[in-house]
């Protein structure tokens, strides 16, 4: 179950990364103190590119490969700690808790992207919290999250980190978290076929 939730949400995730998706295979699942850490071999491997810009300047290509990989392992490590996912009606106001440094205030999202938030958060935390470190808001639009945060002494690693929540979020349905797809339907939203409520695959 968890190995087939991984390879479906990358292969979305991954949908600039076209030419290395083939040779990516799960190798285990393996106990963690994260929780169950998907295992892999193959997928996209370079590092992100940076283009240089008329006038000066440089421009980022999109996040990297095997940043991807590594955040969809956290998510899900997250998501199935304590054996089948269960969403906390009270999700938001316990990362606030638990992740006092990183949110000042409970992420504003449906429960299925609680899962998200909080690897990342976590990952940040193993990285170094900025001591300048704070979010400013926490929303969806168009189907993915967004997270505007701000540091005087923030690193690219955590920007990275948070770029990579947001290209996970577009292939995790934010109402339970299983693997999802952006939807047609008044407004963009990123759900499973479950919960979808008959919205179409954009």
Known sequence: MIDREFMEIVRSALRSHPDRIGDLRVTAVEPSPRGPMVRWTGGPEQ????????????????VAGPLILEGAARFLAARWR????????????????????????????????????????????????????????TKEKFGTLRWHYRAIDCTDAIDDIVEVAEALSGAICEGCGAPGYPRQGGWVKTYCDRCSNGRARR
Do not use: M, N
């Open 47 to 62: 590092p992100r590119s940076v283009e240089p810009v008329a006038g000066g300047g440089s421009f980022l290509g999109p």
């Open 82 to 137: 304590h054996g089948a996912p269960r969403i906390a009606k009270t999700w938001d106001r316990d990362l606030e808790v638990a992740h006092p440094q990183i949110f000042q205030f409970g992420p504003c999202s449906g429960g299925g992207w609680s899962w998200l938030w909080q690897s990342s958060a976590e990952w940040i935390e193993e990285r170094g919290v900025p001591q300048s470190f704070t979010t400013d808001d």
